[in-house]
Nanobody, 126 residues
Framework: QVQLVESGGGLVQAGGSLRLSCAASGRTFSNYAMGWFRQAPGKERDFVARINRSGGNTYYIDSVKGRFTISRDNAKNTVYLQMNGLKPEDTAVYYC???????????????????WGQGTPVTVSS
């Protein structure tokens, strides 16, 4: 089992920044690729970004490229999502998730991830 706890969400004006954190406990953190997803009200949970086990490879959806940065500190068992240039359309509950598998293909489906945090809300006002 892996327990994940997100923090860092809040209310910010458009153009502002937030840094989300996801602290992991339980099994060895470095054995898991990590992802960030988000779910806007009334919508499905969507993939945002992924980082591999070592932190050497990252992937982003097009709408956040150049604005969001995913990173991890395996010594601290934590994954981060730095969000800059926030837009109202970024408003959602943000979830981190852990994937025990590595693959040459991008794993961006919710079913690829075995463990989830409770989510942290992000609201961007215009």
């Amino acid at each position: 089992q892996v327990q994940l706890v997100e923090s860092g969400g809040g209310l910010v004006q458009a153009g502002g920044s937030l840094r989300l954190s996801c602290a992991a406990s339980g099994r060895t953190f470095s054995n898991y690729a990590m992802g960030w997803f988000r779910q806007a009200p009334g919508k499905e949970r969507d993939f945002v970004a992924r980082i591999n086990r070592s932190g050497g490879n990252t992937y982003y959806i097009d709408s956040v490229k150049g604005r969001f940065t995913i990173s991890r500190d395996n010594a601290k068992n934590t994954v981060y999502l730095q969000m800059n240039g926030l837009k109202p359309e970024d408003t959602a509950v943000y979830y981190c998730a852990a994937d025990p598998k590595s693959s040459s293909r991008l794993r961006s489906d919710v079913y690829d991830y075995d463990y989830w945090g409770q989510g942290t809300p992000v609201t961007v006002s215009s």
